[in-house]
Protein backbone atom coordinates (compact mmCIF):
# COMPACT_ATOMS: atom_id res chain seq x y z
CA UNK A 1 0.00 0.00 0.00
CA UNK A 2 1.50 3.19 -0.52
CA UNK A 3 2.05 5.94 1.67
CA UNK A 4 -0.20 9.30 1.06
CA UNK A 5 2.07 11.97 -0.72
CA UNK A 6 2.17 14.96 1.24
CA UNK A 7 1.88 18.30 -1.33
CA UNK A 8 4.43 20.65 -1.82
CA UNK A 9 2.18 23.27 -1.07
CA UNK A 10 1.28 22.08 2.52
CA UNK A 11 5.16 22.32 3.67
CA UNK A 12 5.11 26.35 4.36
CA UNK A 13 1.64 26.13 6.58
CA UNK A 14 3.31 23.09 8.24
CA UNK A 15 6.24 24.82 9.14
CA UNK A 16 4.26 27.90 10.20
CA UNK A 17 2.19 26.19 12.31
CA UNK A 18 5.63 24.27 14.35
CA UNK A 19 6.40 27.78 14.30
CA UNK A 20 4.07 29.04 16.58
CA UNK A 21 3.81 26.09 18.58
CA UNK A 22 7.51 26.54 19.53
CA UNK A 23 6.63 30.33 20.20
CA UNK A 24 4.03 29.79 22.42
CA UNK A 25 5.82 27.23 24.46
CA UNK A 26 8.88 30.09 24.66
CA UNK A 27 6.64 32.34 27.05
CA UNK A 28 6.35 29.42 30.12
CA UNK A 29 9.57 28.23 29.20
CA UNK A 30 11.19 31.61 29.72
CA UNK A 31 9.01 32.51 32.25
CA UNK A 32 10.19 29.50 34.62
CA UNK A 33 13.42 31.23 35.00
CA UNK A 34 13.99 34.46 37.18
CA UNK A 35 13.73 37.53 35.62
CA UNK A 36 14.19 41.20 36.48
CA UNK A 37 12.26 44.37 35.02
CA UNK A 38 14.84 47.42 34.54
CA UNK A 39 13.25 51.00 34.49
CA UNK A 40 15.54 53.85 34.07
CA UNK A 41 14.05 56.25 35.98
CA UNK A 42 15.61 59.80 36.08
CA UNK A 43 14.64 63.46 35.86
CA UNK A 44 11.66 65.58 37.54
CA UNK A 45 8.94 63.59 39.43
CA UNK A 46 5.81 64.30 37.20
CA UNK A 47 2.59 62.61 36.05
CA UNK A 48 4.43 61.00 32.42
CA UNK A 49 7.10 59.00 35.31
CA UNK A 50 4.30 58.24 37.30
CA UNK A 51 2.14 56.24 34.58
CA UNK A 52 5.90 55.20 33.15
CA UNK A 53 6.57 53.69 36.59
CA UNK A 54 2.64 52.15 37.05
CA UNK A 55 3.30 50.26 33.24
CA UNK A 56 6.24 49.09 34.54
CA UNK A 57 4.78 47.67 37.62
CA UNK A 58 1.95 45.85 35.83
CA UNK A 59 4.00 45.00 32.67
CA UNK A 60 6.63 43.11 35.53
CA UNK A 61 3.32 41.00 36.87
CA UNK A 62 1.61 40.37 33.53
CA UNK A 63 4.99 38.58 32.37
CA UNK A 64 5.73 37.25 35.84
CA UNK A 65 9.13 38.72 36.79
CA UNK A 66 10.48 37.97 39.96
CA UNK A 67 11.29 41.80 40.64
CA UNK A 68 10.88 45.55 39.11
CA UNK A 69 14.19 47.50 39.52
CA UNK A 70 13.79 51.27 39.29
CA UNK A 71 17.04 53.09 38.96
CA UNK A 72 16.59 56.34 39.99
CA UNK A 73 17.95 60.01 40.18
CA UNK A 74 15.57 63.08 40.40
CA UNK A 75 16.15 66.09 42.37
CA UNK A 76 12.03 65.88 43.04
CA UNK A 77 9.22 67.21 41.77
CA UNK A 78 5.21 67.10 42.35
CA UNK A 79 3.75 65.96 45.23
CA UNK A 80 0.20 64.62 43.32
CA UNK A 81 2.72 62.10 41.07
CA UNK A 82 4.67 61.50 43.99
CA UNK A 83 1.69 60.19 46.24
CA UNK A 84 1.17 58.10 42.81
CA UNK A 85 4.00 56.54 42.43
CA UNK A 86 4.59 55.55 46.11
CA UNK A 87 0.99 54.22 46.35
CA UNK A 88 2.09 52.02 42.78
CA UNK A 89 4.64 50.91 45.13
CA UNK A 90 3.30 49.72 48.29
CA UNK A 91 0.20 48.13 46.29
CA UNK A 92 2.78 46.40 43.67
CA UNK A 93 2.03 42.44 42.93
CA UNK A 94 5.65 42.19 42.62
CA UNK A 95 8.41 42.81 44.87
CA UNK A 96 10.03 46.67 43.76
CA UNK A 97 13.75 47.69 44.42
CA UNK A 98 15.16 50.76 44.05
CA UNK A 99 18.14 51.94 43.47
CA UNK A 100 19.76 55.34 43.62
CA UNK A 101 22.47 55.66 40.63
CA UNK A 102 24.66 56.40 39.22
CA UNK A 103 27.28 57.76 40.98
CA UNK A 104 26.53 61.69 42.10
CA UNK A 105 23.24 60.47 41.94
CA UNK A 106 20.25 61.52 44.51
CA UNK A 107 16.82 60.87 45.21
CA UNK A 108 16.32 64.36 47.36
CA UNK A 109 12.35 65.47 47.86
CA UNK A 110 10.42 63.12 45.82
CA UNK A 111 12.92 60.73 45.79
CA UNK A 112 13.40 59.81 49.46
CA UNK A 113 9.06 59.19 49.36
CA UNK A 114 9.56 56.82 45.98
CA UNK A 115 13.20 55.06 48.39
CA UNK A 116 11.77 54.34 51.45
CA UNK A 117 8.20 53.31 49.50
CA UNK A 118 10.05 49.88 48.23
CA UNK A 119 10.55 46.44 49.43
CA UNK A 120 14.61 47.43 48.69
CA UNK A 121 16.42 49.88 48.62
CA UNK A 122 19.88 50.13 47.44
CA UNK A 123 22.35 52.88 46.58
CA UNK A 124 25.53 54.30 44.61
CA UNK A 125 28.78 55.24 46.31
CA UNK A 126 28.79 58.82 46.23
CA UNK A 127 24.90 59.30 45.99
CA UNK A 128 22.60 60.87 48.59
CA UNK A 129 19.03 61.29 49.88
CA UNK A 130 16.78 63.54 51.98
CA UNK A 131 15.89 67.24 51.68
CA UNK A 132 12.04 66.38 51.45
CA UNK A 133 10.48 69.54 52.96
CA UNK A 134 7.36 70.95 50.71
CA UNK A 135 7.53 74.63 49.68
CA UNK A 136 5.82 77.38 48.47
CA UNK A 137 5.15 77.63 44.45
CA UNK A 138 7.64 80.78 44.49
CA UNK A 139 10.26 78.60 46.46
CA UNK A 140 9.75 79.88 49.82
CA UNK A 141 8.84 78.84 53.01
CA UNK A 142 5.24 78.23 53.33
CA UNK A 143 4.23 80.33 56.38
CA UNK A 144 1.50 80.27 58.95
CA UNK A 145 -1.52 77.89 59.68
CA UNK A 146 -1.46 76.52 56.28
CA UNK A 147 2.67 75.73 56.47
CA UNK A 148 1.69 73.71 59.36
CA UNK A 149 -0.79 71.48 57.84
CA UNK A 150 1.66 71.22 54.85
CA UNK A 151 4.51 70.16 56.63
CA UNK A 152 2.43 67.64 59.23
CA UNK A 153 0.90 66.18 56.23
CA UNK A 154 3.91 65.33 54.42
CA UNK A 155 5.62 64.14 57.98
CA UNK A 156 2.76 62.02 58.43
CA UNK A 157 3.03 60.74 54.59
CA UNK A 158 6.67 59.64 54.71
CA UNK A 159 6.32 58.39 58.68
CA UNK A 160 3.22 55.88 57.60
CA UNK A 161 5.43 54.80 54.48
CA UNK A 162 8.52 54.25 56.53
CA UNK A 163 6.54 52.25 59.11
CA UNK A 164 5.06 50.12 56.28
CA UNK A 165 8.45 49.30 55.20
CA UNK A 166 9.89 49.03 58.64
CA UNK A 167 12.59 52.02 58.15
CA UNK A 168 13.12 53.90 60.75
CA UNK A 169 10.45 56.49 60.95
CA UNK A 170 12.59 59.28 62.97
CA UNK A 171 15.06 59.62 60.13
CA UNK A 172 12.28 59.48 57.59
CA UNK A 173 10.61 62.18 59.67
CA UNK A 174 13.64 64.49 59.98
CA UNK A 175 13.76 64.68 55.93
CA UNK A 176 10.89 66.63 56.35
CA UNK A 177 10.65 68.38 59.40
CA UNK A 178 14.75 69.51 59.11
CA UNK A 179 14.49 69.22 55.13
CA UNK A 180 18.13 66.98 56.59
CA UNK A 181 19.96 65.25 53.26
CA UNK A 182 22.42 62.11 54.22
CA UNK A 183 24.73 60.22 51.94
CA UNK A 184 24.68 56.58 51.14
CA UNK A 185 26.47 55.63 54.04
CA UNK A 186 24.77 57.90 56.42
CA UNK A 187 21.85 56.03 55.36
CA UNK A 188 22.76 52.74 55.80
CA UNK A 189 23.92 53.27 59.14
CA UNK A 190 20.94 54.97 60.18
CA UNK A 191 18.88 51.52 58.10
CA UNK A 192 16.73 53.73 56.01
CA UNK A 193 17.92 51.95 53.12
CA UNK A 194 19.76 48.13 52.70
CA UNK A 195 23.09 48.78 51.68
CA UNK A 196 25.27 50.34 49.03
CA UNK A 197 25.59 48.87 45.81
CA UNK A 198 28.11 49.77 42.68
CA UNK A 199 26.53 48.02 39.67
CA UNK A 200 23.29 46.62 39.02
CA UNK A 201 24.53 43.07 39.80
CA UNK A 202 25.57 44.19 42.83
CA UNK A 203 22.11 45.34 43.64
CA UNK A 204 20.78 41.93 42.89
CA UNK A 205 23.58 40.11 44.29
CA UNK A 206 22.86 41.71 47.49
CA UNK A 207 18.39 41.43 47.15
CA UNK A 208 18.56 37.64 46.17
CA UNK A 209 17.67 35.32 49.17
CA UNK A 210 15.60 38.80 51.18
CA UNK A 211 12.02 37.84 51.89
CA UNK A 212 9.77 40.95 51.29
CA UNK A 213 5.97 41.46 51.37
CA UNK A 214 3.88 42.82 48.65
CA UNK A 215 0.09 43.62 47.97
CA UNK A 216 -1.62 41.34 50.13
CA UNK A 217 0.41 40.66 52.29
CA UNK A 218 2.21 37.61 50.44
CA UNK A 219 5.95 37.06 51.64
CA UNK A 220 7.87 36.70 48.74
CA UNK A 221 11.51 35.17 48.80
CA UNK A 222 13.89 37.01 45.87
CA UNK A 223 15.57 34.11 43.98
CA UNK A 224 17.72 36.13 41.50
CA UNK A 225 20.75 33.89 40.87
CA UNK A 226 21.40 34.49 37.16
CA UNK A 227 18.26 36.43 36.71
CA UNK A 228 17.74 37.78 32.87
CA UNK A 229 17.34 41.38 32.56
CA UNK A 230 14.71 43.39 30.32
CA UNK A 231 15.46 46.88 30.36
CA UNK A 232 12.20 48.58 29.99
CA UNK A 233 12.68 52.45 28.76
CA UNK A 234 10.11 54.60 28.32
CA UNK A 235 7.38 54.66 25.02
CA UNK A 236 8.06 57.01 22.12
CA UNK A 237 4.61 58.37 23.48
CA UNK A 238 5.27 59.21 27.11
CA UNK A 239 9.00 60.81 26.01
CA UNK A 240 7.20 62.67 23.90
CA UNK A 241 4.49 64.12 26.41
CA UNK A 242 7.58 64.16 29.04
CA UNK A 243 9.27 67.01 26.40
CA UNK A 244 5.96 68.94 26.03
CA UNK A 245 6.49 69.18 29.65
CA UNK A 246 9.67 71.60 29.18
CA UNK A 247 8.40 75.04 29.82
CA UNK A 248 10.04 76.82 27.51
CA UNK A 249 8.58 74.63 24.55
CA UNK A 250 5.37 74.41 26.44
CA UNK A 251 4.99 78.15 26.35
CA UNK A 252 6.30 78.87 22.47
CA UNK A 253 3.73 76.08 21.41
CA UNK A 254 0.98 78.49 23.24
CA UNK A 255 1.90 81.51 22.02
CA UNK A 256 2.35 80.25 17.95
CA UNK A 257 -0.75 78.35 18.53
CA UNK A 258 -2.78 81.63 19.38
CA UNK A 259 -0.88 83.42 17.05
CA UNK A 260 -1.50 81.34 13.85
CA UNK A 261 -5.45 81.03 15.18
CA UNK A 262 -5.55 85.10 15.04
CA UNK A 263 -4.32 84.67 11.47
CA UNK A 264 -6.67 82.33 10.53
CA UNK A 265 -9.13 85.01 11.69
CA UNK A 266 -7.76 88.01 9.69
CA UNK A 267 -7.35 85.45 6.77
CA UNK A 268 -9.43 82.13 6.67
CA UNK A 269 -7.88 79.49 5.32
CA UNK A 270 -7.17 75.51 6.44
CA UNK A 271 -3.70 75.09 7.28
CA UNK A 272 -3.16 77.88 9.80
CA UNK A 273 -6.55 76.92 11.91
CA UNK A 274 -5.15 73.55 11.89
CA UNK A 275 -1.36 74.45 13.02
CA UNK A 276 -2.71 76.94 15.19
CA UNK A 277 -5.12 74.25 17.19
CA UNK A 278 -2.67 71.41 17.35
CA UNK A 279 0.13 73.62 18.72
CA UNK A 280 -2.27 74.67 21.30
CA UNK A 281 -3.57 71.07 22.17
CA UNK A 282 0.32 69.88 22.41
CA UNK A 283 0.96 73.72 24.61
CA UNK A 284 -1.88 72.28 27.29
CA UNK A 285 -0.46 68.88 27.19
CA UNK A 286 2.40 70.04 28.46
CA UNK A 287 0.86 72.67 30.90
CA UNK A 288 -0.66 69.86 32.52
CA UNK A 289 2.45 68.60 34.50
CA UNK A 290 4.05 72.09 35.13
CA UNK A 291 3.00 74.58 37.93
CA UNK A 292 1.10 76.88 36.04
CA UNK A 293 0.63 80.20 37.44
CA UNK A 294 -3.07 81.27 36.23
CA UNK A 295 -2.01 84.70 36.03
CA UNK A 296 0.42 84.38 33.96
CA UNK A 297 -2.06 82.93 31.44
CA UNK A 298 -4.14 85.53 32.02
CA UNK A 299 -1.93 87.77 31.17
CA UNK A 300 -0.59 85.59 27.79
CA UNK A 301 -4.27 85.61 26.86
CA UNK A 302 -4.69 89.47 27.11
CA UNK A 303 -2.36 89.98 24.40
CA UNK A 304 -3.77 88.25 22.16
CA UNK A 305 -7.17 89.45 22.54
CA UNK A 306 -4.93 92.69 22.13
CA UNK A 307 -3.59 91.16 18.85
CA UNK A 308 -6.89 90.61 17.35
CA UNK A 309 -8.72 94.14 18.38
CA UNK A 310 -5.50 95.14 16.36
CA UNK A 311 -7.36 93.65 13.16
CA UNK A 312 -10.25 96.32 14.24
CA UNK A 313 -9.47 99.47 15.26
CA UNK A 314 -6.66 101.91 14.15
CA UNK A 315 -4.38 102.02 16.97
CA UNK A 316 -1.33 102.44 14.35
CA UNK A 317 0.66 100.03 16.41
CA UNK A 318 0.14 100.99 19.44
CA UNK A 319 -2.15 97.73 20.20
CA UNK A 320 0.22 95.32 19.05
CA UNK A 321 3.40 97.12 21.79
CA UNK A 322 1.13 96.66 24.59
CA UNK A 323 -0.05 92.87 23.29
CA UNK A 324 4.24 92.16 22.90
CA UNK A 325 4.65 93.48 26.51
CA UNK A 326 1.63 91.62 27.94
CA UNK A 327 2.98 88.13 26.46
CA UNK A 328 6.46 89.21 27.71
CA UNK A 329 5.55 90.21 31.58
CA UNK A 330 3.09 86.75 31.26
CA UNK A 331 5.78 84.48 30.05
CA UNK A 332 7.62 85.86 33.20
CA UNK A 333 5.23 84.81 35.76
CA UNK A 334 3.43 81.63 33.87
CA UNK A 335 4.93 78.93 36.43
CA UNK A 336 5.60 78.98 39.85
CA UNK A 337 7.98 76.30 41.96
CA UNK A 338 6.88 72.81 41.66
CA UNK A 339 7.06 72.43 45.46
CA UNK A 340 10.27 70.96 46.02
CA UNK A 341 13.29 72.36 47.68
CA UNK A 342 16.18 70.59 45.31
CA UNK A 343 14.12 71.31 42.22
CA UNK A 344 14.74 74.95 40.63
CA UNK A 345 12.06 77.22 39.77
CA UNK A 346 9.96 76.43 36.50
CA UNK A 347 10.41 79.49 34.49
CA UNK A 348 10.74 80.55 30.99
CA UNK A 349 14.26 81.39 29.76
CA UNK A 350 14.97 84.93 29.21
CA UNK A 351 15.89 84.69 25.45
CA UNK A 352 12.71 82.56 24.80
CA UNK A 353 10.91 85.70 26.16
CA UNK A 354 12.63 88.20 24.54
CA UNK A 355 12.17 86.01 20.87
CA UNK A 356 8.37 85.26 21.52
CA UNK A 357 7.84 89.06 22.66
CA UNK A 358 9.69 90.46 19.52
CA UNK A 359 7.78 87.86 16.92
CA UNK A 360 4.24 88.74 19.25
CA UNK A 361 4.88 92.87 18.46
CA UNK A 362 6.24 91.90 14.58
CA UNK A 363 3.09 90.03 13.62
CA UNK A 364 0.95 92.73 15.61
CA UNK A 365 2.71 95.55 13.47
CA UNK A 366 2.32 93.56 9.97
CA UNK A 367 -1.71 93.31 10.98
CA UNK A 368 -1.57 97.13 11.90
CA UNK A 369 0.63 97.61 8.60
CA UNK A 370 -2.23 95.45 6.60
CA UNK A 371 -5.13 96.68 8.32
CA UNK A 372 -3.34 100.62 7.56
CA UNK A 373 -3.23 99.74 3.82
CA UNK A 374 -6.29 98.49 3.37
CA UNK A 375 -8.42 101.38 4.62
CA UNK A 376 -6.59 103.25 2.51
CA UNK A 377 -7.10 101.53 -0.49
CA UNK A 378 -10.67 101.41 -0.05
CA UNK A 379 -10.81 105.18 1.14
CA UNK A 380 -8.68 106.63 -1.94
CA UNK A 381 -10.29 106.94 -5.73
CA UNK A 382 -7.34 107.32 -7.56
CA UNK A 383 -4.38 105.67 -6.27
CA UNK A 384 -3.52 101.94 -5.96
CA UNK A 385 -0.13 102.80 -4.25
CA UNK A 386 1.32 105.61 -6.57
CA UNK A 387 -0.66 104.69 -9.39
CA UNK A 388 -3.06 107.50 -10.29
CA UNK A 389 -6.16 105.75 -12.61
CA UNK A 390 -9.03 108.09 -12.22
CA UNK A 391 -9.94 110.41 -15.71
CA UNK A 392 -7.31 107.10 -17.45
CA UNK A 393 -9.30 105.89 -20.38
CA UNK A 394 -9.38 102.65 -21.52
CA UNK A 395 -11.11 99.69 -23.34
CA UNK A 396 -13.87 96.89 -21.95
CA UNK A 397 -12.15 93.28 -22.44
CA UNK A 398 -15.08 91.96 -21.05
CA UNK A 399 -18.60 92.29 -21.20
CA UNK A 400 -19.73 94.58 -18.75
CA UNK A 401 -22.85 92.86 -17.02
CA UNK A 402 -23.12 94.30 -14.49
CA UNK A 403 -19.10 92.87 -13.76
CA UNK A 404 -16.05 92.88 -16.25
CA UNK A 405 -12.96 93.32 -17.28
CA UNK A 406 -11.20 96.47 -18.62
CA UNK A 407 -7.70 97.11 -19.72
CA UNK A 408 -6.41 100.82 -18.70
CA UNK A 409 -3.06 101.66 -18.07
CA UNK A 410 -1.06 98.53 -18.85
CA UNK A 411 -3.28 96.76 -16.77
CA UNK A 412 -6.31 94.47 -16.48
CA UNK A 413 -9.09 95.45 -14.22
CA UNK A 414 -12.44 94.34 -12.83
CA UNK A 415 -14.52 96.49 -13.81
CA UNK A 416 -18.30 97.99 -13.31
CA UNK A 417 -20.20 100.77 -15.64
CA UNK A 418 -20.58 103.33 -13.26
CA UNK A 419 -24.28 104.03 -14.28
CA UNK A 420 -25.37 100.48 -14.30
CA UNK A 421 -26.01 99.77 -17.99
CA UNK A 422 -24.20 96.82 -19.77
CA UNK A 423 -21.43 97.69 -22.23
CA UNK A 424 -19.79 95.61 -24.60
CA UNK A 425 -15.98 94.28 -25.40
CA UNK A 426 -14.23 96.29 -27.17
CA UNK A 427 -16.12 99.96 -26.05
CA UNK A 428 -13.60 102.30 -25.47
CA UNK A 429 -14.02 104.54 -21.42
CA UNK A 430 -13.25 106.50 -19.34
CA UNK A 431 -12.06 105.56 -15.63
CA UNK A 432 -14.36 107.64 -13.17
CA UNK A 433 -13.42 106.26 -10.10
CA UNK A 434 -11.60 103.15 -8.10
CA UNK A 435 -13.30 101.24 -4.87
CA UNK A 436 -10.49 98.86 -4.17
CA UNK A 437 -9.21 96.98 -7.11
CA UNK A 438 -12.46 97.86 -8.67
CA UNK A 439 -12.87 100.53 -11.70
CA UNK A 440 -16.17 102.55 -12.18
CA UNK A 441 -16.10 103.61 -15.80
CA UNK A 442 -18.34 105.65 -18.27
CA UNK A 443 -18.73 104.96 -21.85
CA UNK A 444 -16.55 106.88 -24.25
CA UNK A 445 -17.50 105.67 -27.70
CA UNK A 446 -18.86 102.16 -28.68
CA UNK A 447 -16.39 99.98 -31.26
CA UNK A 448 -16.14 97.03 -32.35
CA UNK A 449 -15.37 93.77 -30.59
CA UNK A 450 -11.75 93.14 -30.97
Partial sequence: MRRPIVPFRLVPLVVGTLALALAALAGPIRAAGPAVIVLPTTGEVDGVMAQYLADGIA??????????????????????????ITGAFLEAPVPVIVWVSPAGGRAASAGTFMTLAANLAYMAP????GAASPIASGGGDIGGTLGEKVKNDAIANISAIAEARGRPVAWAASTVSDAKSYSASEAVAAGAVDGIASTRSDVLAAASGKTVTVAGGRSVTLALAGASIEVVEMSPFQAFFRLLADPNLAFILFVLGVLLLVFELANPN?????????ALVLAFIGFADLPVNVAGLVLVGFGVVLLVLETQFTSHGLLA??????????????????GM?????????????????????????????TAYRTRRMRSSPVLVGSLRVAGEGGVVSTDINPL????????????????????PRGARVEIVRQDGLTLYVSLVEPGPAT
Fill in 321 to 338: IVAAASVAIGAGTLYGNP
Fill in 270 to 278: LVTGIAGSL
Fill in 341 to 369: PTVPGVEVALPVIVVMAGLTASFGALIAF
Fill in 404 to 423: GTVRAVGEEWTARSEDGRPL
Fill in 59 to 84: RAEHEGASAVLVELNTPGGRLDSTAK
Fill in 126 to 129: GTNI
